[in-house]
């Protein structure tokens, strides 16, 4: 065969193997640049301007809202619009504004349900300021540590770091507030415990001070302030098993006859002049077939469910036995 007609052939070749792969190409899914996959899905905006978000999938839908003003807390926005958890809400705003993206997956609209994030079957979240929409995903699988996500409103699919779908659950009891009271120990001045047993008051200076008992009450045995801390701590972090946002009868008239009255006073801000403090009711469960404790404070009606497991911890402490911590 002549050299003119090897090149032909060479040549023709190519453009056929060319022509082939130009088809496959525009018909597979498209992998971009790195350049073109550190795209974001909505346009930057700071957290502080947040008011809202809402999710919803095949499992139901939340709302989650704040006032405008500075440090408004997050609400579940149901009928007694219960506290949400602050520090949940501040991990998923974290996730979404820092979102890392790795690469399209997809622009085929025919392979967003296989992937989770078509309208029927993806979780969809979106964050308003105000009424301003700021973003709109939905959230798909999981696959090797990404989420599959998109802008609602667009097709194409991308990875992003990390899984969003945990942090974004459309559910009230995922969101609520289940802490019971939230202070720093090392903030707390003065302690007034009252239960059936007497009363028991103790003050100290300031967080390295120790324990002592109160001016104004009967003079006690030295003060263990290492135990008036651990009991203090145990406090602070005791976390509710669950609500009764509609108490019977029974349950409220327990709030009657506490088992123990406690008002801790905190530090202000600045100073160590003490402000107005917390007041904790707790009583033992009124049904038989109930075990644990119902815990109320004094700023509003929310009563706790505590199970008997977690309130050991503040149970089973001698403060409860005034004279003897």
Known sequence: ???????????????????????????????????????????????????????????GAITIARATRKRSPWRLVLARRPLADGQTVARLISAIVG????????????????????????????????????????????????????????????????????????????????????????????????????????????????????????????IDSSAVDRWLLALSTLTAEGFLDDPDSASLGAFAAPLARVRIELAAAKGSTPTSGLTLTIVRSPHPEEEGLLLRRDDHSQIFVISTTTSAAITNSPLLVPGSP
């Not at 905006?45 to 978000?53: G, K, M």
């Not at 992937?115 to 964050?127: C, E, P, S």
């Open 99 to 222: 979102m890392r993206l790795r690469d399209r997956v997809t622009e085929r609209v025919s392979r967003h349900a296989a992937l989770g994030v078509d309208q029927v079957t993806g979780t969809r979240i979106r964050l308003f300021s105000a009424s301003a929409p700021l973003a709109d995903l939905l959230l798909g699988r999981v696959i090797d540590g990404h989420t599959m996500v998109r802008a609602a409103k667009a097709e194409p699919v991308w990875q992003a770091v990390g899984d969003l779908k945990a942090l974004a659950v459309p559910s009230w009891r995922f969101w609520r507030d289940r802490r019971v009271l939230a202070f720093d120990v090392n903030d707390a001045r003065r302690l007034a415990i009252e239960s059936a047993a007497g009363a028991l008051r103790l003050e100290r200076a300031a967080a390295a001070s120790p324990w002592s008992a109160a001016s104004t009450a009967p003079a006690e045995a030295p």
């Open 1 to 59: 065969m002549r050299r003119g007609s090897r090149t032909l052939l060479a040549l023709t070749t190519f453009l056929t193997l060319f022509g082939v792969w130009l088809v496959l190409e525009r018909g597979s899914d498209h992998r971009p640049t790195p350049g073109v996959a550190a795209r974001r899905l909505f346009s930057a905006f700071s957290p502080q301007t947040l008011t809202r978000i809402v999710i919803s999938g095949p499992t």
